[in-house]
């Protein structure tokens, strides 16, 4: 396995020292210009596409920082040495889940200081994969925010195992399996959460993550008949309102919720298995193996 840990925060440091004097507007403008080149280079490795969505969120995902919060707030991530806790936690996942032809980037980039959805409901860190090739961890120091770190290092590790094992790409704007060309479909993208939310729990017990028990049993079992016929959708939208919850029809993280719910009961019945033992299953199998019924499940 050859996973790096590239400390990219240390490099927009320099980037918020260099438009120090410059009117608000020009320094914005040329940290985000040189945030994007950087992002950019940095995912040289992996298909265009995701080079292409990878600087977009990563200036997204930046906002427009104030400079001394912004500055304060790198200051904070390099005092806790994210680079090391990020090195160690990737040890431990690779005990958990060898892999010795995984070879990825991980990028540990300043969030926005200033998004609820960060600082409260993600708890100052959020990590997204782009293939097998890279992962992106947006950091904002805030509260406990290193245990938080460490679960979503372990969680992003089970999605470049499984991204591994299962290729896709970018095609029109959805994923498409490489092998079998086939879109991926909510039950993909559901299982390939609670496998991931399994697996890092198992690595980080004393995490509670919201997004595994947002929904009440009563509240499983209204959403799951909605979220049935709607399994073999590719519709990204869908697939984003259903794993997301859009605040009206479908409640916050409806599928990360019964995804987890979905792997938890696969492991119950099946006392040998790990949530590593999963990362290689396809979504389909492990949903007609673990017997699943909301009636069945209690939060």
């Avoid at 396995?1 to 320094?27: H, N, Q, W």
């Avoid at 009961?265 to 949530?275: E, I, M, N, V």
């Avoid at 033992?277 to 396809?282: C, D, N, P």
Wanted: hydrophobic content about 45%.
């Amino acid at each position: 396995m050859s996973i790096t840990v590239i400390p990219a925060y240390r490099v927009v440091k320099r980037f918020v020292k260099d438009v120090e004097g410059l009117p608000a507007d020009a320094a914005l403008d040329s940290l985000w210009s040189n945030l994007r080149t950087y992002v950019h280079h940095m995912l040289s490795v992996t298909d265009a596409a995701f080079a292409d969505l990878g600087q977009r969120m990563a200036v997204a995902q930046l906002g427009d920082p104030d400079p001394v919060a912004l500055a304060r707030a790198l200051e904070e991530v390099e005092a806790a040495h994210a680079k090391e806790l990020a090195e160690q936690t990737l040890r431990r996942c690779a005990e958990a889940l060898p892999r010795p032809d995984l070879s990825a980037r991980v990028l540990l980039l300043p969030g926005d200081g200033q998004s609820k959805v960060l600082t409260s409901q993600m708890r100052g860190v959020l990590g997204v994969s782009l293939g097998s090739q890279a992962t992106l961890v947006f950091l904002w120091p805030v509260g406990p925010w290193q245990q938080w770190f460490a679960y979503t290092l372990a969680h992003e590790y089970a999605h470049l195992v499984r991204n591994l094992l299962f290729p896709r790409w970018m095609n029109s704007g959805r994923l498409v399996y490489q092998k079998s060309q086939e879109p991926e479909t909510l039950l993909d993208a559901m299982l390939a959460e609670g496998i991931a939310d399994a697996f890092a729990l198992e690595l980080c017990p004393q995490a509670s993550p919201p997004s595994i028990g947002a929904l009440s049993p009563q509240a499983e079992e209204q959403i799951w008949p909605r979220v049935r016929r709607r399994l073999a959708t590719s519709d990204t939208g869908e697939i984003r309102r259903f794993l997301f919850g859009d605040n009206d029809r479908v409640p916050v993280w409806t599928g990360y919720t019964i995804g987890y719910r979905i792997v938890r009961r696969y492991l119950d019945g099946h006392p040998s298995a790990r949530p590593a033992t999963l990362v290689g299953m396809t979504a389909r199998a492990v949903l007609e193996a673990s017997n699943y019924s909301p009636s069945l499940v209690r939060a």
